[in-house]
């Protein structure tokens, strides 16, 4: 079975790692999205609490927790490997440094914007999903029964500790740069390629890369600013 | 010394076959004890070394380059002739031996030429098997056109790069050879002696240009694949690095030289600019097909050229060639250029140089036609001049293009050096006085691909597989010699840089023994390459040593032996009283300043002996039979 | 014709175990017509006047197609235009410009003195697997294989590639991919190169990968500096050839 690991730690292979578990973590980000919305709907949080309480205890969404945490370590221990190999190809740097217009600024910086994003996800992940499981916070009734209010927790973290809405809205901004250049870059390493559904795949990175982070954007601001 | 060219008896159509069948063949078991040095690795070295280690011989492939994949073969543009007949317009591999023979102007052996035509078939075979993508049209099928004034459309094509995917095919096929062990290959390694031990060329000395190791590698014969000369002009269209030492130092060894003043000017290069030109571009003959070529009728008219009016314009090839006119083929439009700019009558900044002029092609069939057509080579002028040729007319001059001369060798392609062979642009053989367009690549691929591996299994097969140590006493002379030249170059100190004594060489030669000849241009030319020679061996100035990279001791190296072998194409082109091709004497012209051969005293290959340093070189004539074709005079009036 | 003055920041290195530096030369009266190579022949002669070691560069047919040309200028490869170093003309450049000139960097393409670097890998890679398997005579008649002209063509833009390596000196990752890619590309379109596909794209993939070439991440910088533009849609196509190979090859 070593024919596997050849494959898959290949440069090429990593590379497919790289890039299925990064469509991966995209369709996340779409699930993630749309169950945020629910804050918005106008029943005093009920729908999203309800929604905050099914992902926090149903088993399918337990297991399924693990399969992105494994998808988010897997993305960024490749990111490391292949991060250091690159850089060990390259052992001696330019000394001036010649910019093409054709090359975006951040195809060349996607760890950089990663990790960035990566900062803004564990203070995220500290702001809710750390309390959420750890924190004594208000319950609310709903249909006779008590669930955790994490629409309180959400309208309280970016009212009252606002410092951190610059850090989402900057994350976020980088998340945008990172799905701009990874979306397409990852139907390119899959081989993906054709003259007809190129240009249409990477239209399509182009609009996630602004209505994933611009959706995402409209919580913190709406309870920052109009609540 | 007898010269014997080989040829086989027997009617012209089954001389190779008759001689395939009549060559001795070396056991498949007994492949593996031969050893095989090939020198270069272009369309002849690269096919070659591919071609014999298929067949089992150990073979040693050596370049200069660090890639085989930079021989100067990669730059060839046009394309590539053979006798297909694909397009059912009356080819055939008479019509293309006919045809070269024709416009070698008769100073080629009718047997090689004959063969070189049969094997046409086979190569482009070959190559499309390697994977070589070639033009091709919407059903598939491959693509012809007319080349060079042909009359049937023949040539093989990858768009303008020709040459580049012919090499990558032979490359690749050995690459497969030395992936299976069967070519070991020697990058940035140059050849600087031949080794003859007993009357046989058995390997050979070569400095490591990383390291300047001296080197000796012994084999059980040599072939030499390095290409033609041109640089001895030092500006031609020639890569900077193409050289004539491998064959120059094998003819100081006994290996004869044929025709060496056969060159060939190529009349639609990029003149020179100033005089820190390096190089020539070639701009493809096919500009000619829609250009215009002219130059002012007053001398030293230093208007632009939209200035000057029509009446004012000499169009002097549509004047002097009515029924051709930009059409003629290549010698003609050179020398007819040469003759108007020395009349004071050039254009441009230099005065070297005549306009080829697209506006009334431009008005005929609309820019966007013209840019379709020619784009790229519109683009690649005005990448190098700055000057927009749909605005403004193109400036072209001569330059020198392809050496027809080289090694002699026999039918077999060996040289007089038994075990010593010349393939490709280094041996004299194929193209007489003159090559025609898209012949080189079909010749180089001829010769490795399908001629040597048959004719080398006989001279094996008669040598026996008994190896020579690298320690015999010719080795370590010649190691020696080879040190000696090195260490007396870089003491030298002088205060001469190698290139300006390159630059006066191919000053003299251009102008002496170039585009046209004159016995009295000649002479002058001798003494001046006297003192050039003298120059170069009492004040050249090189830096370094020879234990590492040294980029001025490899050019050291090569013009030492460029400045030996213009000498003699000088006297090559003063003992050749008549002119044929691309050798034009002044003297000998008809009325109407053309060309004029004198097939009765000069039907003949000059090969030239060399007798020692500074001594007059021996002229040995191997006369050339017509039994096939009818010799006529070239007319394009 | 316009006179210039300039300074050039060169990276000297004696031979590939010294350690190099970059050095500073003043050059006058550079015409603007001169190629970049020649401002450089200029500069050399110059030095070897003075009793200074010339520059080492490679270079050869001047003519953009055998590739052997190789500086990053102003931090790019072949400088400014998409074209090889060698067709780069003085003209894009100012009076009083300094320039700098510097080896390709690639830890594949180890310095051997000045700004030549040795770039066997690409051939090592190309000797791994990028051939077609026919002995010389064994061929079929040329147009027994017929080859529509569009995959003609698109086999042809692969096969464009010189090999100059500036792919790998462009990407910030130094990575070879494109030249594989294109090398791949041409043999995977062509019926010729059916037969040894599969095993080509592993060997040639391991081969890349031995050589400590870096691994893509898209930025198409390769693409966007390589002198024949050769697409990106070949590491695609790379990539595809490889994992197709190895998921569903049998060796």
């Not at chain 2, 063949?25 to 071609?51: C, E, M, Q």
């Not at chain 2, 004869?256 to 020179?272: A, D, R, W, Y």
């Not at chain 2, 190691?479 to 260490?487: F, G, L, P, S, V």
């Not at chain 3, 080509?200 to 198409?220: H, I, L, P, S």
Request: glycine share 8%.
């Amino acid at each position: 079975m070593s024919w596997i690991s050849d494959a898959l730690t290949s440069s090429i292979g990593r590379k497919l790692s790289m890039s299925l578990t990064g469509l991966f973590l995209v369709s996340f980000l779409f699930v993630h999205l749309s169950g945020n919305f629910l804050l918005f709907k106008a029943d005093n949080g009920d729908a999203f609490n309800l929604y905050s309480h099914f992902m926090s205890t149903a088993g399918i969404i337990r297991v399924l927790e693990i399969v992105l945490v494994a998808g988010f370590g897997l993305h960024i221990y490749t990111a490391i490997v292949l991060t250091r190999k690159n850089a060990a190809a390259r052992p001696v740097e330019y000394v001036a440094n010649g910019s093409n217009k054709k090359v975006t600024w951040f195809s060349k910086n996607m760890g950089l914007s990663g990790s960035i994003v990566l900062v803004f996800l564990l203070l995220h992940l500290q702001n809710f999903y750390w309390r959420y499981h750890n924190w004594d916070i208000p319950m609310v009734e709903i249909d006779g029964k008590e669930y955790k209010d994490m629409y309180f927790l959400v309208a309280s973290v970016f009212k009252n500790e606002w410092w951190v809405n610059p850090v989402y809205l900057l994350g976020l901004l980088l998340l945008g740069f990172h799905l701009q250049h990874g979306f397409a870059s990852a139907f390119n390493t899959l081989g993906l390629e054709h003259k007809k559904y190129s240009p249409i795949i990477s239209r399509i990175g182009n609009l996630i890369s602004v209505l994933i982070p611009l959706g995402f954007a409209t919580m913190p601001l709406y309870f920052w600013l109009f609540n | 010394m007898t010269l014997d060219s080989k040829i086989p008896a027997g009617p012209l159509e089954e001389k190779w076959a008759n001689h395939k069948f009549s060559l001795k063949l070396v056991n498949p078991a007994n492949k593996r004890k031969y050893d095989i040095i090939v020198v270069g690795t272009g369309l002849a070295g690269a096919s070659a070394a591919a071609s014999l280690a298929e067949l089992g011989y150990n073979v040693k492939a050596f370049t200069f380059h660090d890639s085989p994949r930079r021989a100067h073969s990669i730059a060839a543009q046009g394309g590539i002739n053979a006798a297909k007949n694909y397009q059912n317009d009356g080819d055939s591999v008479f019509r293309l031996f006919y045809d070269t023979i024709k416009g070698g102007d008769y100073r080629a052996r009718e047997a090689n030429v004959y063969r070189l035509a049969q094997v046409s078939v086979d190569i482009i075979d070959q190559c499309v098997a390697q994977g070589v993508p070639f033009a091709r049209e919407y059903g598939g099928l491959l693509s012809n056109r007319s080349f060079g004034g042909a009359q049937v459309s023949r040539t093989f094509y990858a768009r303008g790069q020709t040459g580049q995917q012919l090499l990558l095919g032979a490359y690749s096929a050995m690459n497969r050879q030395i992936a299976a062990g069967k070519v070991k290959l020697y990058t940035r390694t140059e050849m600087l002696d031949l080794v003859v031990v007993d009357g046989k060329a058995r390997g050979i000395i070569t400095r490591n240009l990383v390291t300047g190791a001296i080197e000796s590698h012994s084999a059980h014969a040599v072939l030499l694949c390095t290409g033609g000369y041109g640089n001895v002009f030092y500006l031609s269209t020639n890569a900077m690095a193409c050289n004539t030492t491998a064959a120059w130092r094998a003819h100081r060894r006994g290996a004869l030289f044929g025709n060496p003043c056969f060159t060939q000017i190529h009349p639609t290069c990029i003149p020179v600019s100033g005089d820190y030109q390096s190089k020539l571009t070639l701009m493809s003959e096919s500009l000619r097909n829609d250009g215009r070529v002219w130059v002012p009728k007053k001398a030293n008219d230093s208007r632009s050229p939209e200035d000057i009016p029509e009446d004012e314009r000499d169009y002097f090839l549509e004047r002097k060639y009515p029924s051709f006119g930009n059409l003629v083929p290549r010698d003609v439009a050179s020398r007819n250029a040469k003759y108007v700019c020395d009349e004071g009558r050039g254009v441009g900044a230099t005065k070297l140089a005549v306009y080829l002029d697209f506006a009334d092609a431009i008005k005929r069939d609309s820019e966007p036609v013209i840019r379709a057509r020619y784009g790229n080579l519109f683009d690649m002028y005005q990448q190098i001049t700055g000057e927009n040729p749909y605005k403004t007319p193109m400036r072209i001059y001569p330059a020198v293009h392809y050496t027809m001369g080289g090694l002699w060798v026999d039918y077999n392609l060996m040289t007089t050096v038994p075990g010593c062979y010349a393939l490709g642009e280094a041996n004299f053989s194929d193209h007489g006085a003159n090559r025609l367009g898209a012949s080189a690549l079909m010749q180089g691929l001829a010769d490795g691909y399908f001629v040597i591996p048959y004719t080398i299994g006989d001279y094996l097969a008669g040598i026996g597989s008994e190896k020579v140590g690298t320690d015999r006493p010719e080795f370590t002379t010649a190691m020696q010699e080879a040190k000696d030249r090195i260490a007396r170059l870089l003491s030298m100190k002088g205060t001469k840089t190698v290139d300006e004594l390159h630059r006066e060489l191919g000053l003299t030669m251009w102008d002496y023994c170039g585009m046209s000849r004159s016995g009295e241009g000649l002479t002058k030319a001798r003494d001046i390459i006297k003192n050039i020679k003298n120059e170069f061996e009492t004040n050249v100035r090189l830096m370094g040593t020879n234990e590492e990279m040294n980029q001025t001791l490899e050019k050291a190296l090569r013009l030492a032996d460029f400045i030996e072998l213009g000498s003699l194409m000088v006297e090559d082109a003063l003992r050749r009283n008549e002119s044929c091709g691309g050798h034009f004497r002044e003297e000998y012209q008809t009325p109407d300043g053309e060309a004029l051969r004198d097939d009765n005293q000069f039907a003949y290959v000059a090969a030239w002996e060399y007798k020692g340093d500074n001594q007059p070189e021996e002229l040995h004539k191997e006369s050339l039979a017509f039994e096939n074709v009818k010799l006529t005079q070239r007319s394009y009036k | 014709m316009k006179s210039m003055n300039l300074t050039l920041k060169i990276w000297r290195q004696a031979n590939a175990q010294a350690k190099g530096e970059m050095k500073t030369y003043s050059l006058s009266g550079i015409n603007d017509h001169m190629s970049f190579l020649e401002m450089l022949d200029v500069l050399n002669e110059d030095l070897v006047k003075k009793g200074e070691e010339p520059v080492a560069f490679d270079h050869d047919c001047r003519e953009g197609i055998c590739g052997a040309c190789s500086l990053v200028i102003n931090g790019r490869p072949h400088g400014p235009l998409q074209t090889t170093t060698c067709q780069l003309h003085m003209r894009s450049f100012k009076d009083g410009d300094t320039i700098y000139i510097e080896p390709w960097r690639a830890k594949a393409f180890p310095v051997m003195k000045d700004l030549i670097v040795d770039r066997s890998a690409f051939d090592r890679i190309q000797q791994a697997g990028g051939y077609v398997s026919v002995n010389t005579g064994s061929a079929p008649d040329a147009n027994e294989i017929p080859i529509g002209k569009q995959i003609a063509d698109e086999a042809f833009n692969s096969a464009t590639c010189i090999g100059c390596g500036a792919c790998v000196a462009a990407c910030k990752n130094a990575s070879a991919m494109l030249f594989v890619g294109a090398k791949l590309s041409q043999y995977a379109m062509l019926p010729q190169g059916q037969v040894e596909r599969k095993r080509r794209a592993e060997a040639m993939v391991a081969q890349m990968d031995k050589e400590g070439f870096g691994a893509c991440t898209n930025t198409g910088a390769c693409s966007a500096e390589c002198p024949k533009e050769i697409s990106m849609a070949n590491i695609a196509m790379m990539n595809r050839e490889f994992l197709t190979a190895k998921f569903t090859g049998e060796a």
